[in-house]
């Protein structure tokens, strides 16, 4: 395969993001990719926050993942900073090609040259396959996620 | 009791905020509430972040709760903006007199204001209570959280 490159998104890559949100068992009930105006609002207001990192990978110049880092400085834990991760998708054509494994270690990189203390994220319960993901990648299953609906 | 005020934190409030992040079953091995400079550093730079609101409840000028609240713009979800709620404390004087539900819905209502589509946080699965208390808010027990220290 050639190579690989992992870059801020810019807002032509928007289509291809959207296209991966709605490609995916949750996302296809919650996205719309026939409009994109909402897609490239938030674009623009997340491109303005230099704690917002929405990354792509690129392969062959075709957009072929993403996931968004947020950096939010805090207190607790003796004023750490903390990353979050959300987002997390792979083409359908690059999965299990272990894509999904760089992309979060760019993120933890990242996370790193901004000393974050910290990176979380939080994934679907019914997300089965997840858990060994990023168990493997060095995360701890130590919490539970609550999501509420405004 | 008397009237009790949720407001965004000052510098002065610091102090009052690391005493209730310490004095908890998981912030007491990871907190230093003898050294306030890593907090102070953080408050500044949380301060400057208009995404960021430390928020702290008052009664009597008195500091009893305390939580962070960050609003992050993202594309998922139609270009959603979500909320996550990190870091809830409530002084012990002050447990169980309804304070946490309070604090919990002025972060809901401010987050509606900021038009947030989702509230989010997570919570140790150690802290057996806190399901029940967020589940009674409204939000739902639906994902599986991870960190990773770095």
């Not at 296209?19 to 996205?31: Q, S, T, V």
């Not at 168990?135 to 999501?147: D, I, N, P, Q, T």
Request: aromatic letters at 4%; one cysteine or more.
């Amino acid at each position: 395969m050639s190579d690989l490159e992992i870059r801020p998104a810019v807002i032509d890559d928007v289509p291809a993001i959207v296209a991966m949100l709605a490609d995916d068992p949750l996302g296809a009930r919650r996205e719309s990719p026939d409009d994109l105006t909402p897609y490239t609002a938030a674009f623009e207001r997340l491109s303005r926050d230099p704690n917002q990192i929405q990354a792509v990978a690129v392969r062959a110049d075709r957009v072929v993942g993403t996931l968004q880092l947020t950096i939010i400085p805090g207190l607790s834990r003796r004023g750490s900073t903390r990353s979050i991760i959300e987002g997390v998708r792979i083409h359908a054509e690059e999965r299990g090609s272990g894509l999904g494994t760089q992309l979060i270690e760019w993120a933890i990189d990242e996370s790193r040259r901004q000393d974050c203390q910290l990176v979380q994220l939080t994934s679907d319960a019914s997300r089965t396959d997840a858990r060994r993901f990023y168990e493997r990648l060095g995360f701890e299953a130590s919490h539970v996620g609550f999501k509420l609906q405004l």
